[in-house]
Structures are given as C-alpha cells and as structure tokens.
C-alpha cells in the first residue's frame, strides 16, 4: 500500500501556513489490511481510519457516484484498485486536491499549485456540483483567503447548483457548523459576499441578503447601502478581535433593516424590535446555539441605545442593562459593547472614529452593580418591593456616576 499526505494540509505547507489537520490517502489496500495493522475504523459512510499512533485520519483512496439528492445519496467504491488520481478528482478544489508522497514529492494532476500561485479557488471537476457543501466549503475558504479569486466556470457552476434547488437540500446543522468556522476567519465577510454572489445566500440567509440595496440615512451612514454596512461591521468586529458570537451578533445588528417598509425608507426607526424575528427564525431553522442567538438579539434590540449612551437618562440606562441580563451576567456587556463598537465604525471613512460609549456605559454598570443591597434587606424588603428599591439606588447610582 502507498500512503500520501493529502488535502488541506498540503495546500498550506505551499501556501507557508501551518495546518494541524493532517488528512492522508491509502492507496492499494483494504479494509481488512488496514484493521491487521492496528488502524482503527471511524465513521459508517466511509473506509476511514484512525492511525494507531498520531490518531490521524487515513482514509482508503475512493470514488463517489450520486444516486439522489441531497447529502446522502453518494454510493462509495473504495476497492484496492482505486488509484490516487481517482481520489483527488473528487475532491472539492484543485488547490484542496494534492498529494504529497512520504519523500516530498507533490502530485498535483489538477493544477493546484498553478492555481494557489494565481490565487483562484477552482473546482476540480464537474462532480463539484454534486455536493452543495461545497459551496459553503468554497465560501469559507474565499474568507480564509482574501486575496483569492473565485474562477469564473465555478460561480457559473455554482449558479447552476442553486438554480438546481441542490443547497436546498443542505443538513441544517452543517450550514451552521460552515458559518461558525466561517466567522473564525480573518475575513468573514468573504463568506458571505462569495455565497451572496453565487445566489446561494438568498436561500440559506434570506433575511440577510435582503440588505444589499437597502438605503440608509447618508449623514449616518455614507456606504449607504445596509448589505455594505453589515459586511463593513462585520470587519470591525474581527479587528477588534471579537469572538464569534459578538461576530454574529454584529452580522445580524440590522437585520431589521430589511423589513423597513418602503414609504419609511432611509429612514429605519423601529429596526431595532423588527430585527428580533428573523435572528430568532434563522437561528430555529439552522439549529445555531442559544448563547448565539440571545447575544445576537439583544445587540439588534439594544444598540441604538449604546449610541445614544451620552444622552441616556439614568433610568433608561438602568433599563438597558436589565434588558441585557448584564446584572446575572457581566460578560454580556462588553460582548455587547463590542459589537456596537464595531456598527458604529463599520461605516465608510469612520473605522478609526473613537467610540467613547463604552467606558460610559462601563462606568455606569461598575456603579450601578456596585449598589449595596444589605440596608434593603435588613429593612424586610421582598419580592417587588426589593426589586423597585434596588432599582432606584441603581439608578442614583448611574446619576452620581455619570453626573447626570
Ligand atoms: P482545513 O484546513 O479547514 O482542515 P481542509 O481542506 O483540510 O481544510 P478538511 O475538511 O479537513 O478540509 O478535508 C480534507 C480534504 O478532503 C479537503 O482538502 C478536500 O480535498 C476533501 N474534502 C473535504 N470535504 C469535501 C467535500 N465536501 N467535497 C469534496 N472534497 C472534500
Ligand atoms: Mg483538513
């Protein structure tokens, strides 16, 4: 039996990145030859199997044929006789579709190298279009790799996937599972700018591909276009070194935006409240976490609030952080905090504009959870009436904090 090193971490030994993930092919064996050497066997779909040792995957070098829609109608031929050439055809993209021999030696039948020097993420073969994974696959690597350009046939293959209803038939959980990994890239907006061109988002993210063409108020916001907007945000919220949630949270802000109704336009008073049904509808549909989804609403709920923190009265401040639940858990503030950050400079020309709305409302929730509570206990206070008083030394508290 031959084995090669294939897959991602070839493509980024060329490109001088590292890659943990080290995937390899086995070329000439069988099943039964790989159990006798200690290999352990993972996954019921595919001759998989885990090396005794390094626990790498090593899988049989196979063959795929489509048999019906959707993502599991592959029949699977992974017989000794399959060759290595057979296995990298039917890989996503030529630059994911190399091998690497155990002296070093690249086999590249695709033009991988070719097309990682000219930066162009191209499918390898017509079978791309079997699998709708691959177009979040192909999206995900478009944020991965900026500079990249996606070939001209492959968005036109793409096109005719979509129109074919395949992503349709996408599993829920794995469109989730693509976008999180997607988000933890350094351009996540390329995730979405490559499926919104490929038709593919308005099918899998409606409510978000409804932005692009959406006007906003240009003394606000002088992209003017909310799609541009969210992607700009979302940007800002990756240089800011957000984590994913405050990333998605950001990516859904505005979602409200895209129900504003015509005759209110540019104006979006209201967005705010209209933004909570689609988060919520998509996060059900996709199965996405619920500490994803709260986050993500209450930055569409509240973030014009952080806004306005210089003008806010106490008590509206006081509301705020009650809305947020930040009082049970502070980390949900400079989550929070973050993503309005990352809205109000995700705007054209304004990326370095300061935001002095965070160490407002800092010190306002520093002073207002700071608030002693033993003086209304020993009073007998309970239930509402504990609540009302905690309140109103809360909001004394933000007063004399903020001198408002
Ligand atoms: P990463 O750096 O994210 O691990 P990767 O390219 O190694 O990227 P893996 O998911 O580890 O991605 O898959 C290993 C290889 O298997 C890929 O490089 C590709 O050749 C192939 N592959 C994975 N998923 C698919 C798919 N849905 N369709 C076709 N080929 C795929
Ligand atoms: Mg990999």
Not at 97 to 104: F, I, L, S
Not at 224 to 241: F, K
Request: aromatic share 8%.
């Amino acid at each position: 039996m031959d084995i090669y090193l294939v897959g991602g971490s070839v493509r980024d030994e060329l490109l001088g990145q590292d890659n943990v993930d080290r995937d390899w092919v086995v070329v000439g064996a069988t099943a039964d030859e790989m159990l006798q050497q200690g290999y352990q066997p993972v996954g019921k779909d595919f001759p998989v199997f885990l090396h005794p040792e390094s626990k790498e995957e090593y899988a049989l070098a196979r063959t795929e044929r489509k048999t019906g829609k959707g993502y599991y109608g592959f029949i699977c031929n992974a017989e000794s006789s399959v060759t290595l050439e057979e296995d990298l055809m039917r890989r996503d993209l030529t630059i994911n579709a190399m091998a690497k021999t155990a002296d070093g030696v690249i086999i590249d039948p695709y033009g991988g190298q070719r097309d990682l020097k000219a930066k162009i993420l191209r499918h390898v073969s017509p079978a791309f279009a079997e699998d709708p994974v691959r177009i979040l696959r192909l999206a995900r690597f478009a944020a991965r790799y900026p500079d990249f350009s996606v070939a001209p046939e492959t968005m036109a293959l793409m096109h005719s996937m979509v129109s074919a209803g395949e992503v349709d038939n996408l599993v829920p959980e794995r469109v989730w599972q693509e976008t999180e990994r997607a988000l933890a890239e350094h351009n996540p907006q390329q995730f979405f700018i490559i499926l919104r061109e490929s038709g593919a988002l308005e099918k899998i993210f409606p409510a978000l591909n409804r932005l692009w063409g959406v006007p906003q108020k240009i003394e606000y916001h002088p992209e003017v276009d909310t799609g541009v907007h969210t992607m700009m945000a979302l940007q800002q919220a990756v240089v800011y070194g957000a984590t994913t949630d405050v990333r998605f949270a950001t990516l859904c802000h505005d979602l409200g935006k895209g129900l504003t109704p015509e005759q209110n336009l540019p104006s979006h008073k209201g967005h705010e409240e209209r933004g909570v049904k689609p988060i919520q509808e998509w996060c059900k549909q996709y199965r996405v976490p619920n500490h994803y989804r709260d986050l993500a609403v209450k930055v569409a709920r509240w973030h014009l609030h952080a806004h306005r923190a210089a003008e806010l009265r106490p008590d509206t401040i006081l509301k705020l952080f009650k809305g947020l639940d930040a009082f049970r858990n502070p980390a949900v503030l400079e989550k929070y905090l973050l993503a309005c950050k990352a809205d109000a400079t995700g705007r054209l020309g304004l990326n370095d504009k300061p935001y002095p709305q965070v160490a407002i409302l800092r010190k306002a929730f520093l002073a207002a959870d700071n608030v002693s509570t033993q003086e209304l206990q020993a009073e007998g206070l309970q239930g509402a009436e504990f609540g009302a008083a905690i309140d109103n030394l809360r909001v004394a508290a933000i007063k004399i904090a903020l001198q408002r």
